[in-house]
């Protein structure tokens, strides 16, 4: 039992209920006991008391796309250290991916990481499980075992499955549990050899292409059989127009389809990648303005759920190598908040909109009672100053590792504070 804790004069912003106005918030044991909007709230005797000089409280963001290094590749991150980065960014729950050593395709590891993660992360840490055993496409995991044991939802990271034969077995099979498919979309064939998207920039910088069809066909593929079998199917992340328009067709006719977007295609492009610059090198890649401005549109229209940072820690060596035998991916944590920030900023996409994307509709598609300010609803917070200028600096990120695509990025908008479970996990110091 902890003392109540009272956030008082504090910018209100709950997309759940479309809530955006000055108010106060009562936690109590862990929980939000008590909201009031416009008005006073009663200070329970012994309360903690926060004054939150007219910030923003908005739910902890639940990032449904987080890689970490353990276990198996723990120099590149622990469940720990990407829950430090995680409470620094806002992140109050993380979905692990699966591709770990070993592989998350198992009850037993599922247990194992989520008895790891109440021990030594800030945050709260959710395992995917993997649809196919050591994520290889070809043999289905025992989904019944892995949700018993806490996974919450199916992934096969950032491996595609090719069989079509095979994933509508998984299909069926998740829609039987009512567990959802949160599919990466990459048709090996046509990735082939290719390390950023095809088109002139690619040419100029002599560098393999990969085709917007790499992405399209496959997405095509699943929401088909998304249709054929009932399962609730996510999108793991788009990056093109044409993955809009399939979408937009799709979920017009199937309420069970969802979709997510990495915060890099959401603000960067291909042009980012300059001169051969490593960190820009992700998969998905980043593709051109007009396929960026095309998912930000889709944002704004509800055809894209969710934002996510698809966090990817990689170590120096991998990175310090020819742009076309660098590895892949960027972390994101601790800058996805101020990132989507850009695009309020901009006045591109709403507030309202860009949290929603961050908090309650990916806590939806989990199936979670977190992402919202409600009476009941866990008490995880955060306290966000819209307007709080910053540079990203390597030396001052909490991950292991220092790839992010986001390298001396000038961004406006910081969390003050974030809240989990009704405790304090972090607080800026100036």
Known sequence: MTRPLLIENARVVDPASGTDKRGAVLVENGRIADLALGG????????????????????????????????????????????????AGGVTSFVMMPDTLPVVDDGAVVDFLIRRAKATAKVNVLPAGGITKGLAGKELTEFGLMEEAGAVCLSDGRHSIQSTAMLRTAMSY?????????????????????????????????????????????????????????????????STAGSIDILKAAKSRNARVTAGLSINNLCLNENDIGRYRTYFKLATPLRSEDDRQAVIEGLR??????????????????????????????????TLLAAALRLVHSEEVPLLTILKALTSRPADILGLDSGR???????????????????????????????????????AGKVMRTIVAGETVFLHNE
Do not use: C
Not at 66 to 71: D, I, L, M
Not at 197 to 202: Q, R, V
Not at 384 to 408: A, C, G, H, I, M
């Open 40 to 87: 006073p709230v009663g200070v329970p005797e012994g309360a903690e008391v926060i004054d939150a000089g007219g910030l923003v409280l908005a739910p902890g963001l639940v990032d449904m796309r987080v890689f970490t290094g353990e276990p198996g590749w723990e120099y590149r991150e622990t469940l720990a250290s990407a829950g430090e980065a995680a409470a």
């Open 174 to 238: 998740a829609a039987n549990f009512d567990m959802t498919i949160v599919h990466h979309l990459a048709d090996a064939g046509l990735v082939g050899d290719g390390v950023m998207n095809e088109g002139l920039f690619a040419t100029v910088l002599g560098l393999k292409g990969i085709p917007r069809e790499a992405e399209t066909i496959p997405l095509a593929r699943d929401l088909q059989l998304a249709a054929l079998t009932g399962v609730r199917y996510h999108a793991a992340q788009v």
């Open 301 to 334: 229209s509800g055809v894209i759920d969710t934002i996510h940072s698809d966090h990817d820690p990689q170590d120096s060596e991998g990175k310090r190598q020819p742009f076309a035998e660098a590895t892949d991916g960027a972390i994101g944590l601790e």
């Open 373 to 411: 300010i409600a009476r009941g609803a866990p008490a995880d917070l955060i306290l966000v100053d819209l307007d709080y200028p910053w540079q990203v600096s390597e030396t001052e990120l909490k991950s292991r590792s220092r790839n992010t695509s986001f390298e001396n990025a000038r961004l």
